[in-house]
C-alpha cells in the first residue's frame, strides 16, 4: 500500500509496537491499523530480534499515518516532541485525556500535557484556549497563560471566566 502523505512520524519502541498501535487506534475515531512487518533472519546479528517477532507496524489516527518500530530499549520519548490533539468540547478534552493518561506519567501533567503508558507526550487542547491566549486585548490573554498555567487538564469553563473577568 503506497502512503501519499509526505511525512510519517516514526515511534520508537523497545518491544511494545503493536500493542502501542492497537491501543492508539482504540483511541482515536477513523483509526486503524494497515501493516505489521516482522523481523527476518536477516540482520539478527544487528537487530538481535527473534525472526517472526514484530518489527514495525505501520497505522493511521483520523487519516494520519504513523509507524511504529520495535527498535529495541536503546532510546525512550521525551516530551522534545509531543503530539496535539485539538478539541471542540471539553467531553473530548475529558475523554482523550482519560484514555491517554491511563497508565501514564502522571508527574507529567502540565498545561494540557500529559504522558501516556507508553511514554509519549500529548497535548489535549481546547480551540478555545488558542483563541484566548490570542485574544486582542492582552490583559485577557495574560489572565488566560496565568489560568492555564495552573491546570493540569485544561477546564474550558474556567478559562471562559477568566477571560470574561477584569
Known sequence: MQNHHMITPCLWFDDQAEAAAQFYTSVFRNSKILNISRYGEAGQEIHGKPAGTVMTVSFELNGQPFTALNGGPTFKFNEAISFQIFCDTQE???????????????????????????????????????ELLNHSDAATAQRVTTAMLQMKKIDIDELKQVAASQ
Open 92 to 130: 473530548e478534552v475529558d475523554d482523550y485525556w482519560q484514555k491517554l493518561s491511563a497508565g501514564g506519567d502522571e508527574t507529567a501533567q502540565q498545561c494540557g500535557w500529559l504522558k501516556d503508558q507508553y511514554g509519549v507526550s500529548w497535548q489535549i487542547i481546547p480551540r478555545i484556549l488558542i
